[in-house]
């Protein structure tokens, strides 16, 4: 039998028993789905942190000299050594800063939850920053109204602050922020700057921020005197990256007054080391994205494999006939295994259909983004016909073994 005539008495056997071809789709079509959906979430995730979550928080020919880590998946005896170190200070800062090559920039930030009002809003703790250095350009920001922060106010440590629109709307409902004054820690500050939007991460919102000069009050409020939180720098070029990150690890061991043998009691985070977090709870995700499927798909395997079992009870007289008539054992093997894996196939594209469907519903639905890999739609088919094959081996062999003239005598 040709392999196109196999596929077609396989439609017409789905045409003609509509009901039991729907029960022998449902597991393939269920498996598929959620692999596509789960390998799609997980993609989708993947880009995100790659191109957003991270290139948002440190930035491209970035490094960010730190204490610790912001992002890791830290254990609770490395947390304990992490808060044992010695905290970033100015002065290290200083250091750094004059060791940096040509063309690079810097900027120090402080951060923490601070009490903020206005006369038109009641107060809340929102994010607040003192910053010095290239900070504005460093993070491309702009502005949607006024103007940035200059150099001579960060010197002077000037009571003037840009915000974020979250703000601007929150603390100054329908009006014109810029001039007006906001309390931040109890000090008044004029608003001189509106940020143009910085867009959400995972659903939160990056427009909820006040910056102000790091020798401004707000720094004795976020931090002990002389302490920063931490300290990036960016290269013009990705290939300055290691020989600048080398010359600021040297510094800062020179100040912790590090010997040869100790380790760094500090770091300086990449967007590629911060990435090494999300690698492992990536690679997780996958192994449960497969797992899970799989058990729907050895269910659908089953019901392909006994449904096709007693398709072939049910046309024996059928399968003796095309025997008598010199119908080979390849032939009667080929005509149930194709049938098996039309029906599988068929169920595998529609999983992939619901699949993409569901994977943009829950992108559309909530913060988890989600990106439609073409592998996946491939895997996805051929997993289904995999699925067919190996569930319709069995029936399809059985139905060649029969004697024909056994069969014919079947009712």
């Known amino acids: 039998m040709h392999l196109l005539d196999a596929i077609r008495l396989a439609f017409q056997t789905l045409r003609v028993q509509k009901l039991k071809s729907f029960f022998t789709l449902v597991g393939v079509t269920i498996g598929v789905m959620f692999l596509i959906a789960v390998v799609s979430i997980v993609e989708g995730m993947g880009s995100y942190m790659e191109n957003d979550f991270v290139a948002k928080l440190i930035g491209t020919n970035t490094f960010q000299l730190r204490r610790f880590p912001s992002i890791s998946d830290a254990s609770e005896s490395e947390w304990r050594e ?26 120090v930030e402080s951060s923490d939850n601070i009490a903020i009002e206005s006369r038109f809003s009641r107060p809340r703790e929102l994010e607040a920053s003192a910053v010095d250095g290239d900070y504005f350009r460093i993070r491309n920001m702009e502005v949607a109204q006024g103007r940035l922060i200059s150099p001579q106010e960060l010197a002077l440590g000037s009571r003037v602050v840009v915000i974020g ?38 659903g939160i919102s990056l427009d909820r921020f006040v910056i102000a000069p790091a020798s401004s009050p707000l720094q004795r409020i976020v931090n002990p005197h002389g302490l920063i939180d931490g300290m990036k720098v960016k290269m013009p070029t990705t290939e300055g990256m290691f ?19 100790q380790p760094d009691n500090f770091v300086m985070e990449t967007s590629e080391s911060a990435l090494e977090f999300w690698k492992k709870i990536e690679g ?13 798909l050895i269910v659908g395997a089953l019901v392909i494999m006994n449904i096709m079992l007693v398709a072939v009870s049910e046309r024996t007289r059928e399968i003796g006939i095309r025997k008598a008539i010199g119908a080979k054992y390849r ?3 080929a005509q149930f295994l194709v049938e098996a894996t039309t029906l599988s196939i068929i169920g595998a594209a529609i999983g992939v259909a619901l699949g993409i469907i569901l994977s943009q519903a829950i992108a559309a639905l909530s913060p988890l983004p989600a990106s439609v890999a073409p592998w996946s739609i491939i895997t996805g088919i051929l997993v289904g016909a995999g699925v067919g094959v190996v569930a319709g081996v069995y029936p399809a062999s059985r139905a060649a073994r029969l004697d024909p003239i056994v069969a014919l005598r079947a009712e």
């Open 331 to 333: 032939d009667i093997l």
């Open 82 to 107: 992490w808060v044992r170190r010695p905290r970033i200070t100015f002065d290290d800062a200083k250091e750094v800063a004059a060791a940096l090559p040509p063309g690079a920039m810097w900027s």
């Open 165 to 202: 629109q979250e703000i601007a709307t929150r603390f100054f409902p329908r009006l014109n922020p810029i001039g007006r004054t906001l309390k931040v820690g109890g000090t008044s500050y004029e608003v001189i700057g509106v940020a143009a939007k910085q867009g959400s991460i995972f």
């Open 243 to 261: 020989d600048t990150r080398e010359t600021v690890r040297q510094v800062m061991r020179a100040r912790h007054k590090l010997r040869p043998s």
């Open 284 to 296: 997780n995700l996958v192994i449960a994205g497969v797992i899970l499927p799989a058990i729907a």
